[in-house]
Nanobody
């Protein structure tokens, strides 16, 4: 069973950057698709980005507009989300997720989830 733990969230000013880390344990995630979702206060969880097994292919939510980069290091059993040019609208809890069969935009495609890390962007 894979467990995911996110870290790296915090308070940042608008225009700043953060790198979120998703550390997996229990078994290797090299055979899993990995993704990041986020949930802002009062809103539904939304897709941020996903990455293929090898890391060669990535997919981003429309709002990202080149500001975020998802990467992974299978040797370290870790995935990352580097966020640049942060905006107050990016304030949310960010969740890491893993799927053995899909890297789509729907949270229903992911069976394994972390507890989330909070990101707050001040204006």
């Amino acid at each position: 069973q894979v467990q995911l733990v996110e870290s790296g969230g915090g308070l940042v000013q608008a225009g700043g950057s953060l790198r979120l880390t998703c550390a997996a344990s229990g078994r290797t995630v090299s055979g899993y698709y990995m993704a990041w979702f986020r949930q802002a206060p009062g809103k539904e969880r939304e897709f941020v980005a996903s990455i293929s097994w090898s890391g060669d292919s990535t997919w981003y939510g429309d709002f990202v507009k080149g500001r975020f980069i998802i990467t992974r290091n299978n040797n370290l059993n870790t995935a990352y989300l580097t966020m640049n040019f942060l905006e107050p609208e990016d304030t949310a809890i960010y969740y890491c997720a893993a799927s053995s069969w899909s890297w789509g935009r729907s949270e229903n495609e992911y069976a394994i989830w972390g507890q989330g890390t909070r990101v707050t962007v001040s204006s």
